[in-house]
């Protein structure tokens, strides 16, 4: 019989090792990076092309476009297409992030030859029809209004201006009425720049053959290629002196705390190390912040920390949402962690549960060749170094109670931190 009360034994991973990904440049410069594994026949297919959000007037120009290129291509208008997608058990989704627009498709590796010409002929030759972009825009309104009416969205809009900087293409919040003013013409102008082979990067992942691969080839060299630079618009932040920043929300019942403090870039030898102490901080259930702030405070339901790295910079950010009445306190509680992160050492059982939760995170990298392939992407959208993976288990392998004191005084500390509160400033207290 199963005895309960004895607590199964925890055993380390030892050493993980990542596959390496495989990489050709076509004949029209687009580079296919490719994963082969897997028991079953399906497969992932990312088309990601240089230009996002930071690259547009209106940051919802390019996500409006992405949602576009779904809509109709040079053979098929928008229902043939998703009644190809849906007869053949596939998913086809297409999104714009800060610096690139993704087209995505997954199903069975025997669809590959039906799914992907579609795929790419939407990317290349859209229709981008005027009365689906009126819907798109119309939807984009709504959200917008939806947004600025939520204290998370203003809190969150409000501490990227101040970590990024006013000027910053990320710090832009459009208005509706300034979305209700984009015209197709400019949607037209943003797909034209982005679509250049020698700035798209492809990313085939799952159970494939070589005979697949090769007629893969074939379709993404029908992508035409040009000798334009690339859009890429990466404007380094460039933070504002650190402050309180409140935004009234009246009428809230709860306010919205977003706080950071600015951080190295992902390839300083102390990113790692300072990843870690986040975590420690406030990366999962059992971090100092949420065992302080909600268990023993009951401030608020939930409150997390997460170090963040991107082309552009990199940053701490902390988040909680709370009662108006609880802010200043919740605030002050954060402060409080901040310090005690450098006065009083993890313990042994703190620096275990942080080792095994880093090591779980590290280990779901590998759970499949779609993991595996979201990390070789990140290498080219946020710009993590090719030894990222390695360089994090030695890291795991070396953190100590010292190493967070040092990383926490360093980079933790209180007076840095640019705070913005969203909520009914007449009850905040």
């Not at 710090?171 to 013409?185: A, D, G, Q, T, Y």
């Amino acid at each position: 019989m199963l005895d309960r009360t004895i607590a199964p034994k925890v055993k380390p991973f030892g050493l993980l090792n990542i596959p390496d990904e495989n990489t050709i440049t076509l004949a029209n410069g687009l580079t296919l990076h490719t994963l082969s594994g897997g028991d079953q026949d399906v497969m992932r297919l990312n088309i990601i092309a240089e230009g996002g959000t930071s690259e547009c007037k209106n940051q919802c120009e390019a996500s409006f476009a992405a949602e576009l290129l779904r809509e109709g291509n040079s053979t098929l208008d928008s229902e043939q297409i998703a009644d190809i997608v849906d007869y053949n058990g596939a998913w086809f989704n297409s999104s714009a992030s800060s610096h690139f627009t993704t087209l995505q498709i997954s199903g069975l590796t025997s669809k590959l030859d039906v799914l992907a010409p579609v795929m790419i002929d939407c990317l290349v030759n859209p229709t981008l029809p005027q009365n689906a972009f009126e819907i798109i825009r119309s939807k984009g309104v709504a959200l917008q209004r939806l947004n600025l009416s939520k204290v998370s969205f203003l809190a969150n809009a409000d501490n990227r201006r101040l970590i990024a900087g006013a000027k910053h293409p990320e710090s832009r919040v459009p208005s509706p009425e300034e979305i209700e003013n984009i015209k197709l013409e400019s949607l037209v102008d943003f797909h034209k720049k982005i679509v250049n082979a020698a700035h798209i990067h492809a990313y085939l992942c799952g159970r494939f053959s070589q005979d697949d691969l090769n007629r893969l080839c074939r379709h993404l060299e029908l992508i035409p290629a040009s000798d334009a630079p690339s859009p890429l618009n990466i404007v380094q932040y460039e933070s504002l002196p650190p402050c309180t920043s409140e935004i009234d929300k009246p009428g809230s019942l709860q306010s919205a705390v977003v706080m950071s403090l600015p951080a190295v870039p992902r390839n300083h030898p102390d990113y790692n190390a300072l990843r870690m102490t986040v975590t420690a901080l406030g990366g999962y259930f059992g971090s100092r912040l949420m065992m302080n702030i909600r268990e023993d405070k009951g401030y608020t339901y939930g409150i997390s920390s997460a170090l963040l790295g991107a082309r552009d910079g990199s940053y701490i950010t902390i988040s909680a949402q709370c009662d108006n009445r609880y802010t200043r306190a919740l605030i002050e509680e954060v402060k409080h962690e901040l310090l005690r992160m450098v006065s009083e050492p993890l313990s042994s059982d703190e620096l275990s549960r942080l080792k095994f939760n880093l090591a779980s995170d590290l280990a779901s990298t590998l759970d499949s060749p779609m993991t595996m392939m979201d990390y070789y992407e990140l290498r080219r959208t946020v710009g993590i170094p090719d030894d990222y993976f390695e360089a994090r288990q030695k890291t795991l392998a070396a953190i100590s109670p010292g190493i967070v004191c040092e990383m926490a005084a360093r980079y933790l500390r209180p007076e840095l931190l640019r705070i913005s509160i969203a909520g009914d400033l007449s009850s905040v207290r």
